[in-house]
């Protein structure tokens, strides 16, 4: 399997889910199962059978991140040199050239992007568009609602 970029706010957020799955919501789904089975018969036990299809989704998501976790490729975007390209971690401004307006993004791993908390996707059209650029570089995306205009204004590493 490929690594995973993430950063290393995206790792820690993981590390934590991760962390309530196995100490706090597997205990409390074998204390259901646990229970239910109390009910009787299994067959036509609603709580026994919603319990253990809870018990699937929690161990496949501590699957799910265990995997991602042991394959990320965690980087600290305050330890890179700032050499002034857009590169995964940075924090950039841009200015819509389409609609003149600013917006700031921060380029994330998948797992981390939100797009109300401008955290967008390194897998993302403008993310990949915007990759490699310098402040000052104009650069045409095509996104999902049509080719955008960005004019690059600011890079931050933080």
Same mark, same amino acid.
């Given at each position: 399997?490929?690594?995973?970029?993430?950063?290393?706010?995206?790792?820690?957020?993981?590390?934590?889910?991760?962390?309530?799955?196995?100490?706090?919501? &597997?205990?409390?789904?074998?204390?259901?199962?646990?229970?239910? &089975?109390?009910?009787?018969?299994?067959?036509?036990?609603?709580?026994?059978?919603?319990?253990?299809?809870?018990? @699937?989704?929690?161990?496949? &998501?501590?699957?799910?991140?265990?995997?991602?976790?042991?394959?990320?490729? +965690?980087?600290?975007?305050? =330890?890179?040199?700032?050499?002034?390209?857009?590169?995964? @971690? !940075?924090?950039?401004?841009?200015?819509?050239?389409? +609609?003149?307006?600013?917006?700031?993004?921060?380029?994330? @791993?998948?797992?981390?992007?939100?797009? =109300?908390?401008?955290? +967008?996707?390194?897998?993302?059209?403008?993310?990949? @568009?915007?990759?490699?650029?310098?402040?000052?570089?104009?650069?045409?995306?095509?996104?999902?609602?049509?080719? !955008?205009?960005?004019? +690059?204004?600011?890079?931050?590493?933080?």
């Amino acid at each position: 399997m490929n690594q995973i970029p993430m950063t290393l706010r995206g790792a820690e957020q993981l590390r934590e889910e991760l962390n309530y799955l196995k100490n706090v919501r &597997r205990p409390e789904i074998i204390r259901n199962i646990a229970e239910a &089975r109390e009910y009787g018969d299994l067959k036509e036990n609603a709580e026994y059978h919603a319990a253990r299809e809870q018990q @699937g989704f929690c161990e496949g &998501r501590i699957q799910e991140i265990e995997s991602k976790l042991s394959h990320a490729q +965690i980087i600290d975007v305050t =330890k890179l040199f700032p050499s002034g390209k857009v590169v995964f @971690g !940075v924090t950039v401004s841009v200015q819509n050239l389409n +609609i003149n307006e600013e917006q700031t993004y921060r380029i994330v @791993g998948d797992d981390e992007a939100n797009f =109300k908390h401008n955290l +967008i996707s390194i897998s993302s059209p403008i993310a990949r @568009g915007l990759i490699g650029k310098k402040k000052g570089d104009i650069v045409l995306i095509k996104t999902p609602r049509g080719e !955008v205009k960005y004019q +690059i204004l600011k890079i931050e590493y933080l």
